[in-house]
C-alpha cells in the first residue's frame, strides 16, 4: 500500500500530482496535485488510499468526498483541441502544470506519478509507479479518475449510444460500435486511432490498362 516515505523525506508542504484519460478515444486529459495534512484527514481513511485502478468507483468516489473536503487540491486539464495540437504526452504535461499552478499557495515540491516532469512552480521529483507507492500521488489518482469520470458521464447526456458514462471515453466494443454508426463527436480525439483513420480520405488505387 501507499505510504508517506516519499513525502516525509522532503521540505515543505508535499503535492502528489497524477493524470487521468491518456488513453481514450474521447474527452480531456485530467490531472489533480493533492496536498495531504495528516492530522486532516483520519487515518483509517489515509490507510485505504491507493491506486485508482486498484479500486472499486464507489470506493474512489468515496475517498475523493473525504480528499475534497480535507485537502488541498488543484486541477488542471488539456482540452480534445490542444491534444490534437502538442500530442498526448506534452498535452499530460501541460494539465499537470495546470493542476500545480491551482494550489494556492503553491507546494514546496511536487512528486509526480511518470518518468517525465512539467514545468512547474516548484521543484518536481517524477516517481515511476508512484501512484502505488506514495500517498499524495495515489490521491491524486483518485481525484483526477473521479473528476473526469464525472464530466465523462456529463458528456454522456449530450451524446447518447457511445457509453460514455461506463467506458469513459476508452475504445470499448460498445465506443468502437457506436463510431461506426454515427461518427465521431466533437470530443473525439482526432489524432488518435481508430478516429484518425474514420476521418482520412481512402487511399486512391491508381488505374492500370
Given at each position: ?82 491534444i490534437d495540437r502538442l500530442n ?17 499557495p503553491a507546494p514546496g515540491v ?41 464530466i465523462m458521464t456529463r458528456l ?54
Amino acid at each position: 500500500m501507499p505510504d508517506f516515505v516519499l513525502e516525509d523525506a522532503l521540505e515543505g508542504p508535499v503535492a502528489g500530482v497524477d493524470e487521468a484519460g491518456r488513453g481514450p478515444l474521447a474527452g480531456p486529459v485530467l490531472a489533480a496535485a493533492v496536498v495531504i495534512e495528516r492530522g486532516c484527514i483520519p487515518a483509517d481513511v489515509l490507510s485505504r488510499i491507493d491506486d485508482s485502478k486498484r479500486l472499486a468507483r464507489t470506493v474512489r468516489e468515496e475517498l475523493c468526498a473525504v480528499l475534497v473536503a480535507a485537502a488541498r487540491i488543484g486541477i488542471g486539464a488539456a482540452s480534445v483541441a490542444e491534444i490534437d495540437r502538442l500530442n498526448i504526452h506534452f498535452a499530460t504535461l501541460l494539465a499537470m502544470r495546470r493542476a500545480l499552478m491551482a494550489l494556492r499557495p503553491a507546494p514546496g515540491v511536487a512528486l509526480v506519478d511518470g518518468k517525465f516532469a512539467p514545468p512547474a512552480p516548484c521543484p518536481v521529483r517524477t516517481v515511476v509507479g508512484g501512484d502505488g507507492l506514495c500517498v499524495s500521488i495515489a490521491a491524486a489518482s483518485i481525484v483526477a479518475k473521479v473528476t473526469r469520470d464525472r464530466i465523462m458521464t456529463r458528456l454522456a447526456a449530450r451524446y447518447p449510444g457511445f457509453g460514455f458514462e461506463r467506458n469513459a471515453g476508452y475504445g470499448t466494443p460498445e465506443h468502437l460500435l457506436a463510431l461506426e454508426a454515427y461518427g465521431p463527436t466533437p470530443h473525439h480525439r482526432r489524432s488518435f486511432e481508430p478516429v484518425l483513420k474514420m476521418l482520412s480520405p481512402p487511399e486512391s488505387v491508381p488505374l492500370t490498362i
